[in-house]
């Protein structure tokens, strides 16, 4: 599994510009900024934001979806915070290039980052055998996060469990597919956001591999 990529880019938030060029010139229905390395696309028809992982940049087209259709590619392990059910998903899109389709998932949740992985994934993945790679980090309260107005997240209650401040941490696993499976490879990143953790989830599926997105 091939993470050098992913891992600078999310650790570091650079993107080169030319890639975020290309995105840009690709989706002339979207604003595309990058804030502390995340790559956020604002629809201008509605003004709706989404987060993508900063590997996504380049000449893909992104169009919004329902969330109902990017969660029919989940694979079997992988659920949803419990709470994020609380509030609706802040996007769903799905992102097209010459070499690989994904979908992507943005939801906020009152679980800290390393719980995140710790009590919901980790244990899940560990049980069944799937391989996977990376890992999370803490900053502290001076490091990167991203706020609430910069993903278009309204200001709210807070969620039941939440204990603001929050530090500063990221997380960035890729995930294989179950094997013999057509199920997508999944990337599961994260950043902090306010009180409350911004979970993008990206089922990617190579344009080469059987049961290619129509």
Request: glycine share 8%; net charge neutral; proline share 8%.
């Amino acid at each position: 599994m091939v993470l050098a990529g992913l891992a600078a880019a999310f650790w570091w938030g650079r993107q080169p510009s030319d890639e975020v060029a290309a995105l840009a010139s690709r989706n002339p229905e979207w604003s595309v900024d990058s804030h502390l390395g995340w790559v956020v696309l604002t629809e201008q028809a509605t003004r709706k934001r989404v987060v993508i992982a900063p590997e996504q940049v380049g000449p893909h087209r992104v169009r919004r979806v329902t969330c109902a259709e990017v969660e029919r590619a989940f694979p079997r392990w992988f659920r949803l915070p419990a709470d994020s059910g609380q509030h609706e998903p802040l996007g769903c899109v799905r992102v097209s290039g010459p070499a690989e389709d994904s979908y992507v998932i943005n939801v906020l949740t009152a679980l800290e980052i390393p719980k995140l992985w710790d009590d919901l994934y980790g244990p899940v993945l560990d049980t069944a055998g799937l391989p996977y790679a990376g890992g999370h980090s803490a900053h502290g309260r001076r490091g990167r996060k991203l706020d609430r107005e910069v993903i278009g997240a309204e200001a709210r209650p807070q969620l039941s469990g939440a204990s603001p401040p929050r530090g500063s941490a990221t997380l960035a696993y890729v995930v294989d597919p179950e094997p013999g499976s057509d199920a997508f490879e999944t990337r599961i990143t994260a950043v902090h956001v306010g009180d409350e953790t911004l979970l993008i989830a990206t089922f990617r599926r190579l344009a080469s591999a059987p049961g290619r997105m129509p």
